[in-house]
């Protein structure tokens, strides 16, 4: 297993009255991309939220870089390069794919500054983004939105990209273009953490796999270990890939 970019550390997590995560250990290899899986309310979406400082951690430590970020504000954690696209997508409904995008691009004032060549080749990811460039994102379907919300986190060169879900409510077609694109992604060296509830999804793209169950990590391992063994999916999944 490669080296670790992020690594959480015995994490809880507490909302409100509610004591979510349990003492979660991630490990997430640098340059690969790892799935993170798990029945409807094992903590997947409390995790990612607090590896960004959305939530803070009880106790525990999250490591990023070697670096301890557990008490950052999520300002500080985007600045080291770390971009997050939730489940709600946070698009701006009012603004333009332009705008969308501009927003995301903290070195560039207007459009024209936007790096071109990264542009283009973000376009040949998404190229729903290209089309509807001048469009108010909030008439671009829920695939569209989709492509959008990935492609403003990727703007910018970014060292980790969190993305929760990226495949939930998606047509085939548009969840085959979604694979091509984190295909295409990690080959270019971003180490990618992604929440997924499609298998295939997770099969085609997952280099490591932690799987998720009240609050706590249960399994990780290699995600091809997985995708063989019918017997440990059904244990700890439910069901077979």
Request: aromatic share 6%; with cysteine; proline share 4%.
């Amino acid at each position: 297993m490669s080296e670790p970019l992020l690594a959480l550390e015995g994490v809880h997590s507490n909302i409100g009255a509610y004591h979510i995560l349990h003492g979660v250990d991630l490990i997430v290899p640098r340059g690969q991309l790892t799935m993170l899986l798990g029945r409807n309310g094992a903590g997947k979406t409390t995790t990612l939220r607090t590896i960004m400082g959305l939530w803070r951690a009880s106790a525990g430590r999250v490591m990023f870089a070697g670096n301890d970020i557990t008490a950052m504000r999520t300002p500080q954690i985007a600045a080291l390069n770390i971009a997050y696209v939730p489940e709600t997508m946070g698009i701006f409904a009012d603004l333009t794919v332009k705008e969308n995008m501009l927003l995301a691009a903290r070195a560039a004032k207007r459009a024209g500054d936007m790096d071109d060549t990264r542009l283009k080749w973000i376009f040949s990811l998404f190229p729903a983004v290209e089309k509807f460039w001048s469009y108010p994102a909030g008439k671009l379907s829920g695939g569209q939105k989709q492509m959008l919300a990935v492609a403003r986190a990727i703007v910018e060169p970014r060292e980790l990209l969190i993305v929760d879900e990226p495949s939930k409510g998606l047509a085939p077609a548009i969840i085959n273009n979604m694979i091509d694109a984190f295909a295409e992604l990690k080959t270019s060296g971003v180490t990618i953490l992604l929440v997924e509830q499609n298998i295939n999804f997770a099969r085609k793209l997952g280099d490591t796999v932690a799987i998720m169950d009240n609050g706590r990590v249960v399994h990780c391992g290699a995600m091809q270990a997985l995708a063989d063994d019918e017997e440990l999916q059904r244990s700890l999944l439910g069901l077979s890939l």
